[in-house]
C-alpha cells in the first residue's frame, strides 16, 4: 500500500517527508513501546505510535522504518521534523486513536507483523 | 588480500536521553558509505542503539569503539556504571530494572540485551560491579552481489 493511500484513508497531515508518499509499505505495528519496535525484522513496516520524542524518530531510523503516524493528536516536535527530514522519513499525525487507526489500514489491506 | 582495517571511537554520556542514539546515527552513516550490506547495517545499529540507550539508562558514561575489516565489523561497548549483577537473569526478556522515566520514554521492557544477542553473529558481555560492562559484538559481512540471506 503506498503511502498517500495511507493519509487519504486516515484523512491525515503529513508534516514531513511529503516526497516519499509514493512509498509502499506491506506490514502495520502498532506500539508505544520503542524496545518492541526494535525487534521487528520484517521489511516496509510503518509504525502507529503515541509516543511522541526524539527516541521514536531515532528508533525508526535505526529499524529502517521510514515512516511514523503519530495517532490521537500526537505533535511532532521540532527536533523531531528536523531528525526525520536528516533521516528522509514520513511523519504523519491523525487525531484518530491507535485503534482506530490500525483497524482502518488493517482493513484496507496493510498486513500484521504477527 | 590484505586486510585493511578502518576503526571509529565515540564517547557516550550517561542520563541525557535527547542525545541518546546519535552516536549509532553517526556510525549507520559511516558503514553506509562503506558498501556494507543493508541488513548487516540494520543488524549493527540496531545493537549499538540498544546499548547507546543503556549506557544512558544505566551507566555514567561509554566509549564505543567499531573495526570495520574486509570480512568483519567488530563492536565494543564499554561503559563505566554500576555493573550488572546477574547476567543471565538481565539477559532474560522481560527482565528490567527502568525507572519510571526511562519507561516514559518507550523503553524499559527487558527486551534490549537479548535483541543485541539476536542482532549479532558472536556477543559476548562481561561486567564488574562498581566498574561498568563490556559487550564485544561481532558481525560477518555478506556480499552485496552474491546475497545469500
Ligand atoms: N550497561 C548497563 N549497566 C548496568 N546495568 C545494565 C546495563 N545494561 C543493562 N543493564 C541491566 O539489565 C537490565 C536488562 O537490560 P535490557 O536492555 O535487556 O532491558 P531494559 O533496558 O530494561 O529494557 P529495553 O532494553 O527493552 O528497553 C536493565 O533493566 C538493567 O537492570
Ligand atoms: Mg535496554
Redesign the pocket.
Known amino acids: 500500500m503506498e503511502v498517500k493511500e495511507v493519509v487519504s484513508i486516515l484523512n491525515a497531515k503529513v508534516i514531513c517527508g511529503k516526497q516519499y508518499l509514493d512509498k509502499s509499505v506491506d506490514f502495520g505495528f502498532a506500539s508505544d513501546l520503542?524496545?518492541d519496535v526494535l525487534t521487528l525484522d520484517a521489511d516496509n513496516i510503518l509504525l502507529i505510535t503515541g509516543l511522541s520524542n526524539l527516541q521514536t524518530i531515532r528508533t525508526l531510523e535505526m529499524s529502517d522504518i521510514c515512516v511514523v503516524i503519530l495517532a490521537r493528536d500526537k505533535k511532532a516536535s521540532k527536533g523531531m521534523i528536523e531528525l526525520a527530514i536528516e533521516s528522509d522519513l514520513l511523519i504523519i499525525e491523525t487525531e484518530k486513536s491507535m485503534f482506530k487507526t490500525a483497524g482502518l489500514l488493517f482493513e484496507a489491506g496493510l498486513k500484521s507483523v504477527y | 588480500m590484505v586486510e585493511e582495517t578502518i576503526s571509529l571511537q565515540y564517547k557516550i554520556d550517561g542520563g541525557d536521553f535527547k542525545k541518546a542514539g546519535y552516536a549509532s546515527s553517526q556510525i549507520k552513516k559511516r558503514l553506509q558509505k562503506l558498501n556494507i550490506h543493508p541488513k548487516v547495517i540494520k543488524k549493527i545499529v540496531i545493537a549499538l542503539y540498544?546499548a547507546e540507550?543503556?549506557?544512558v539508562?544505566?551507566?555514567y558514561d561509554a566509549v564505543i569503539r567499531i573495526e570495520i575489516g574486509n570480512e568483519t565489523v567488530k563492536v565494543k561497548i564499554k561503559?563505566n556504571?554500576?555493573?550488572?549483577q546477574d547476567i543471565n537473569q538481565?539477559?532474560e526478556k522481560g527482565?528490567?530494572?527502568?525507572s519510571s522515566k526511562?519507561r516514559e520514554m518507550g523503553?524499559?521492557?527487558?527486551?534490549?540485551?537479548?535483541?543485541m544477542k539476536k542482532n549479532s553473529d558472536k556477543f559476548d558481555i562481561k561486567?564488574k560491579i562498581n566498574e561498568?560492562?563490556e559487550i564485544n559484538i561481532i558481525n560477518y559481512r555478506i556480499n552485496i552481489k552474491n546475497e545469500n540471506n
Do not use: C, H, K
Not at chain 2, 527482565?95 to 527502568?98: L, Q
Not at chain 2, 523503553?107 to 535483541?115: C, E, H, I, K, V
Open positions: 520503542m524496545s | 540498544e540507550i543503556n549506557v539508562a544505566y551507566a561503559d556504571g554500576p555493573g550488572i538481565a539477559m527482565y528490567s530494572t527502568a526511562i523503553f524499559g521492557a527487558g527486551m534490549g540485551l537479548s535483541n561486567s561498568g560492562t
